[in-house]
């Protein structure tokens, strides 16, 4: 008999002789931090912070109670403002040139290309838009702000021939971006990689390579040194923005996505997507230990149109079991600002069919065929390749007669068929959120991923400032444990043990579902029932109230009509447009509910149709950044 035969037929014993069930899926574990050997004792008090009223008001943002924290170990006072910024996309180009040609992608020729870009016409930003954006921040927000989610693609796109970009380009200049951004806030900021921060654009390898490297120089004040070996493995990382208390992970996407043809597959143990799963499990269970909340942020956002659906089940599966301990997922990429509830059910039903006879299980016994749109199906809907699963299209399973055309991504030029992909989200997703009732009393069925505008005119440009609860936080109890070197020396050690795992193969080689699922060490443990839900659900510390969208009306600011500066576009809080009480998600569900009515009842013609239809208007204005994109005609 041979070895590799002899080797399945084992694995496949010994899988039957272990019953497989849902809970022996967890990460190894880690050995516990709290160890009596090194305090980080947390001191906290409240403070009233005398602030200026008036900037506040002109910005948006409503004054608030502030905290001064004591740092564990270094003894330093920081204030804690209750506020944080979102910005993402800078697409900075070197060579664009006011007054080219915006043919020739603003690199020359005579033309009418604005001073900072011009929203929809499709050239990359202007140093003097990235700069000046990033002055402004610094001169009105950074003393508002506890930190900066900063979401990549501080690079140009790879769209004009005369000038091509080389490895040397894209290092140099996202070293001149990270400099400047760490000149002017300090360690505020969290990056993340973008697609096209990266040589060539979207490919990636997993490391330790000569990119990872280049990225933990450029970042090395934003990365913490404790996490210079995990970070070299993948570009992932997190920081304590408020230290034994709120973290910031940074999700290497490129892993993820569907456009790395590196990206075979997040089930199978030699991928990259894998170990960074690996990683953020370990990581996630180590911050409920710890009693921390997270926020997921990343470049790429997790859709159907973007993940491998691998991994998008997966990321769904650990954003559901870890509701809890994660806030939200905070992206960038796509430049269209819009909101995606992930359905937990919809990645459960995925991952049944996918291990379908293997004693995959879950705690709930209804058929998740028949309720809602497949996983698998929204992918025909997105119009997205999915290269490892079989699935049969939507139209021949549901009935569904709606397909987006192909060409709705381009990189340089005018941007095409955006408003066919927003219609998509509005039909495919907004229309199928479950009522009340199907979601959860605090619709804990879903989690929310927010997409931001970005800073490129792809659009108008455009951030947000964040505003969360930390009206409790001088209360909360101080922790007491062991610091983190211990935690990042063993799963340090446990990333090696994987990678030198004798059995380190794909799952092919296995015949059976059942051993190819018991090694699967990246599904989650389903949440403690007597878990209370987190600030993502219920409000309490760290939920997030309210956030307040600024943007860049470029086409005055470039005929001088206006002085260069962002001005606020909205609020959800606004009365007026979404008047969302908070954050969470059921007041998520509810914009999303409203958005998708007129689709849903579009039989019925409800009384309140007319209403909804202004604010799906109101709200794909938003989407593009109050640039009129949606009545331009690009489609």
């Known amino acids: 008999m041979a070895i590799s035969t002899r080797v399945a037929l084992l694995a496949l014993i010994n899988a039957l002789a272990l019953g497989l069930t849902w809970w022996i899926l967890a990460p190894n574990t880690i050995s516990s931090v709290s160890s009596p050997e090194t305090l980080t004792e947390y001191i906290v008090e409240p403070l009233l912070v005398s602030s200026d009223d008036h900037a506040l008001a002109k910005l948006g943002l409503k004054p608030k109670k502030s905290v001064e924290i004591t740092v564990p170990g270094t003894g330093e006072k920081r204030t804690i403002h209750g506020r944080f910024l979102h910005v993402t996309d800078f697409h900075p180009d070197p060579h664009y040139k006011p007054g080219s040609d915006i043919e020739g992608m603003c690199h020359g020729g005579a033309g009418k290309a604005g001073k900072y870009g011009d929203a929809i016409m499709g050239c990359d930003s202007p140093m003097a838009l990235v700069e000046q954006t990033i002055d402004w921040i610094a001169e009105n927000l950074k003393d508002k702000i506890d930190f900066i989610v900063w979401t990549g693609d501080n690079m140009r796109h790879d769209n004009d021939r005369r000038f091509p970009r080389t490895e040397l380009d894209i290092f140099e200049m996202n070293e001149q971006i990270s400099d400047l951004m760490h000149k002017k806030f300090g360690s505020m900021p969290v990056p993340s990689l973008g697609n096209n921060d990266v040589y060539p654009h979207n490919l990636f390898a997993p490391g330790p390579t000569l990119q990872t490297r280049e990225f933990f120089k450029i970042w090395r004040p934003f990365v913490p040194q404790s996490q210079l070996h995990i970070f070299s493995r993948g570009v992932y990382f997190f920081q304590e923005v408020i230290p034994n208390k709120l973290a910031v992970l940074s999700i290497n996407t490129l892993y993820l996505f569907q456009s790395n043809p590196l990206v075979e597959s997040c089930d199978k143990r030699k991928d990259p997507g894998y170990k960074l799963f690996l990683w ?32 998008l089940r997966k990321y769904i599966l650990w954003s559901h079991e870890y509701r809890d301990v994660i806030i939200g997922g905070l992206y960038g990429h796509m430049n269209i600002d819009h909101f995606l509830p992930l359905d937990s059910k919809q990645a459960y039903a995925s991952m049944q069919r996918k291990f379908l006879g293997s004693g995959f299980q879950t705690d709930d016994e209804e058929d998740f065929s028949l309720d809602f749109t497949l996983l698998e199906d929204l992918y025909s809907l997105y ?50 959120i479950k009522s009340q009732k199907k979601s959860g009393k605090s619709g804990e069925r879903y989690s929310i991923v927010n997409v931001a505008a970005s800073v490129v005119p792809t659009f108008n440009p455009g951030m947000r400032v964040y505003e969360y609860n930390i009206s409790d936080l001088y209360e909360t109890e101080s922790y007491q444990g062991a610091g983190w070197e211990q935690f990042f020396a063993e799963i340090d050690q446990v990333l090696q043990e994987d990678d030198s795992n004798e059995l380190h193969d794909d799952f092919t080689v296995f015949n059976d579902k059942a051993e190819a699922l018991r090694r699967d060490k990246t599904i989650p443990r389903k949440m403690p029932k007597d878990t209370p839900l987190g600030p993502a659900y219920v409000p309490q510390l760290f939920t997030p109230e309210r956030y307040v969208q600024y943007y860049l009306d470029l086409k005055s600011v470039n005929a001088k009509k206006k002085d260069f500066g962002y001005e606020i576009e909205y609020s959800t809080d606004d009365a007026s447009i979404y008047a969302m009480k908070d954050l969470t998600v059921l007041e998520w569900l509810k914009l999303g509910r409203k958005l998708g009515g007129p689709v849903k009842d579009r039989t ?3 009384k309140n149709s007319k209403s909804l239809d202004r604010l799906w208007k109101e709200f794909l204005s938003h989407s593009f950044v109050s640039s009129d994109y949606e009545n331009l005609g690009y489609g």
């Open 604 to 606: 019925k013609k409800s």
């Open 383 to 432: 119009n997205s390749s999915v290269v490892h699963d079989t699935i049969d299209s939507v139209e021949q399973e549901f009935g569904f007669d709606y397909t987006i055309p192909k060409s709705i991504e381009i990189q340089g030029g005018v941007p095409q068929r955006k408003v066919a992909y927003m219609e998509t989200v509005r039909e495919g997703t907004y229309a199928n």
């Open 280 to 311: 953020l499990g370990y990581v996630l269970k180590e911050m409920r230990q710890r009693n921390m909340k997270v926020w997921l942020t990343g470049h790429v956002p997790p859709t159907a149109k973007n993940y491998d659906i691998s991994c």
